[in-house]
């Protein structure tokens, strides 16, 4: 186990530092959600209404609305408030368990000694041994300020997370408040069928059989044989997810140029179908990436390169190219011929 929580337990003067464990897990198989025709995962996204941008969870703030109006609260802020950054268990009231409502019970934690005598430990749980009660304590935990019940396990502290009173609701069934007239004869009888199904509580008889019967599906589809390679699902995930590798338009005239350069002309192979991806794939980045002004002056260069190879264009390679209208006719016209050549 891993603690999740390290912190003290106030008791009077006494002071007994503790780690802070999960006492319980949740046994049922994983699931997630797959696309039924291909086995692709389904992710989900963190996506801004305003702005449409998937926001990292480090960016995330948390934030109250009422009446119209929202309030932001910036993770410095909740930690600012002092019941929050307290990593003390304080003792109030040491009560008979009797007098706990069980359904005010939420979470149970054991504690471990985290010092190097576990004396107050063991003061602490042969305290609660001798006078036979409960500790009801107080403390913070993941952003919230907690009531909670100290008892004891195996000679292990327990801290049994409680439900707030006003958390509670309160049962309120018109149908009770009539009046029902039970017989004698159905009580008895009813008190006789409690009697022949009596017996001590132990768990362990007891089985979850939708989890059993979900294994037992789980293993017979793998021994058939029916399954997916995870690995096939998640790329095909990455590649047309969005994930995949996008090619800037400037990047598709320089291979161009540079197979030309090579001596071999562009056809339908690998490069020209980069180029027809660019072009029907991504027209917004297509359509942005010539405004730029950064990338001119290497597609001017390239073009002039290009131009300097060819015998054709000899009187042309020789003017010269500083002013930028030209360089930008340049860019155009080696556009217009990747295009028609793809």
């Known amino acids: 186990m891993r603690a999740i929580w390290k912190g003290a337990i106030a008791f009077g003067l006494v002071n007994v530092p503790v780690k802070v464990y999960s006492a319980t897990e949740d046994h049922d198989i994983s699931l997630h959600q797959v696309h039924n025709a291909d086995g692709g995962r389904i992710r989900y996204q963190r996506r801004c209404e305003v702005c449409s941008k998937i926001i990292d969870y480090s960016d995330i703030d948390k934030a109250y609305e ?41 979470k149970s934690y054991y504690l471990e000694p985290d010092s190097k005598s576990p004396k107050a430990y063991v003061l602490l749980r042969r305290a609660l041994e001798d006078t036979d009660r409960v500790a009801v304590v107080q403390f913070a935990l993941r ?25 509670v609701r309160e049962a309120s069934f018109p149908a009770l408040e009539e009046s029902v007239r039970i017989s004698a004869q159905e009580r008895e009888m ?61 990047e598709a005239l320089k291979r161009s140029l540079d197979r030309k350069r090579a001596g071999g002309a562009v056809d339908g192979s690998a490069d020209a179908g980069s180029e027809e991806d660019a072009d029907d794939g991504g027209t917004d980045e297509s359509a942005t990436a010539p405004a730029r002004k950064a990338p001119a002056k290497p597609a001017a260069k390239s073009a002039g390169t290009a131009a300097k190879s060819s015998a054709a264009t000899k009187s042309t390679a020789s003017k010269p190219a500083a002013s930028k209208p030209t360089a930008a006719k340049s860019a155009a016209k080696t556009t217009t011929r990747a295009r028609k050549g793809a």
């Open 190 to 250: 009813s008190a006789a069928l409690v009697e022949s199904m009596a017996a001590d509580f132990e768990p362990e008889q007891f089985t979850d059989d939708y989890q059993v019967q979900l294994r037992k599906l789980i293993e017979a589809k793998l021994e058939k044989g029916d399954s997916l390679d995870t690995d096939e699902t998640f790329s095909a995930e990455a590649g047309e997810g969005g994930k995949g590798e996008v090619i800037d338009l400037m």
């Open 66 to 106: 009422d009446d119209g109006r929202t309030v932001v609260l910036t993770k410095e802020e909740l930690k600012s408030i002092p019941a929050e950054s307290s990593h003390e268990i304080e003792v109030v009231q040491f009560v008979p368990s009797e007098q706990l409502e069980p359904m005010m019970f939420e």
């Open 143 to 167: 952003e919230k300020t907690r009531l909670g019940a100290l008892r004891i396990k195996d000679d292990v502290l327990v801290l049994q997370s409680l439900l707030w009173p006003d958390e």
